[in-house]
């Protein structure tokens, strides 16, 4: 991520009021034809949907899903999406990264959601590669709603394809996220639609989105000077202390997401974290495999068949042993240590969402970390709803809708 010191602090401060000014006393887009940006790199439209469309879309949507109807019950604006291309920083090189913008085809003053998507290991299956997958494309339509969706494709994926992507690693994954929002506020800014930001911020994610939207509110709470008006949070079935569902896992017999651990050791390899070579965390034929599965052309369930649900299959016994021992292998716990997330005094509001039944991200994780925002005194900006019987797959679309239900009721009450 961006190295945001006194001076760059003090430039995106500038920046930030630069853009204010722009937005409440012209109101107009920049006209000149040579807009100057910092972080934008370029952006092209690649689909417009009407409201008559997104409705439809939604209804049809709704004989799986029923909750569904709700969106399409309050859509009110046609949409455009945009691939946008942007600079960010990875390992202190300026990279050229990628995701999604999705704008209502309307005038008026619109916030932001920045959503987060789940694991996924399939290049193909970036959202600015693969915009019309089911899951991207309800997100992509929510922007009838009455907001600006902006849809990173994270490190790795999209332009930046030629690197494995850091799995559930802060730094690429806030850095990719918080840039991408000052590049879509300078796209908002100078394109030709009619569309507005109005300085008002969601954000959301489920699964390894979950942890990335709490990494990202943390950053921008804590670690930027510029404002950001954080209206609300919504984090679904995240895993937050990685040292807790690492241990978990390796407790277990059986385990139905064996890519994860795999994902997560070979890619923070890649990204210099961690040394100790593959065949000291797995079981053959495994740790050979392990690099080409994770070369971005395998999909997150052809990755799990080509691994094993069996943990003591998988996983060396050395590791399991002493990972519970918590005295050896310390550079992987203390990687794992970093890349979690803790509660802390928290200044917008809060909700965390997860399935009772989900086997590959335990409730607990987030009956703990909302326990422990609770234990700071934060229980009036902090929620947590279980949602009853629904596992890993089953709670995405009811968490959405929620979350959808619950940001309109702030911002459209």
Same mark, same amino acid.
Request: aromatic letters at 16%.
């Given at each position: 991520m961006k190295k945001y010191t006194s001076l760059?602090?003090?430039f995106h401060f500038t920046l930030f009021i630069s853009f204010v000014l722009v937005l409440v006393s012209s109101c107009k887009k920049d006209e000149s034809g040579n807009p100057q940006y910092d972080y934008l790199v370029d952006y092209e439209k690649v689909n417009s949907f009407s409201q008559e469309t997104i409705v439809s879309t939604f209804n049809l949507a709704s004989l799986q899903y029923p909750e569904i109807i709700y969106l399409a019950e309050q859509t009110r604006y046609p949409v455009d999406v945009y691939i946008i291309r942007y600079k960010t920083w990875f390992h202190n090189e300026e990279i050229v990264a990628s995701g999604l913008i999705c704008i209502p085809d309307a005038e008026g003053n619109f916030p932001f959601i920045s959503f987060q998507n789940g694991t996924n290991a399939l290049n193909a299956n970036a959202p600015s590669v693969n915009h019309s997958y089911s899951m991207y494309l309800i997100i992509e339509l929510l922007a009838g709603n009455g907001y600006i969706m902006v849809i990173p494709d994270y490190t790795g994926f999209g332009s930046t394809e030629n690197i494995v992507h850091p799995y559930y690693q802060k730094e690429s994954t806030t850095g990719a996220v918080i840039d991408m929002l000052f590049a879509a506020r300078e796209m908002i800014e100078n394109y030709?639609?009619?569309?507005?930001?109005?300085?008002?911020?969601?954000?959301?994610?489920?699964?390894?989105?979950?942890?990335?939207?709490?990494?990202?509110?943390?950053e921008l709470e804590n670690n930027l000077d510029i404002p950001f008006e954080i209206k609300a949070t919504s984090c679904g079935s995240g895993a937050y202390n990685l040292m807790d569902v690492s241990g978990y896992i390796l407790s277990l017999d059986s385990f139905p997401g064996p890519l994860y651990l795999p994902y997560y050791i070979y890619s923070h390899q890649q990204f210099g974290t961690i040394t100790d070579p593959l065949d000291v965390f797995f079981n053959e034929p495994y740790a050979s495999i392990i690099p080409d599965l994770f070369d971005g052309t395998y999909s997150n369930s052809q990755i799990n068949a080509q691994l094993?649900?069996?943990?003591p299959e998988l996983l060396q016994a050395d590791f399991i042993s002493g990972f519970a021992n918590n005295d050896e292998f310390t550079e992987l716990i203390s990687d794992l240590k970093h890349n979690s997330i803790e509660a802390w005094d928290v200044s917008s509001p809060v909700h965390f969402y997860h399935g009772?039944?989900? &086997?590959?991200?335990?409730?607990?994780?987030s009956q703990n970390i909302y326990s422990d925002f609770v234990d700071l005194g934060l229980s009036s900006l902090v929620e947590y709803t279980? &949602?009853?019987?629904?596992?890993?797959?089953?709670?995405?679309?009811?968490?959405?809708?929620?979350?959808?239900?619950?940001?309109?009721?702030?911002?459209?009450?």
């Open positions: 760059s602090k003090l030709s639609g009619d569309a507005f930001y109005n300085l008002n911020q969601y954000l959301m994610g489920y699964s390894q989105g979950g942890w990335s939207t709490l990494v990202t509110l943390y094993t649900n069996s943990v009772n039944a989900d &086997m590959n991200v335990p409730v607990f994780e279980e &949602m009853d019987g629904l596992n890993h797959e089953t709670g995405t679309v009811p968490w959405g809708v929620q979350t959808v239900q619950w940001f309109n009721s702030i911002e459209y009450p």
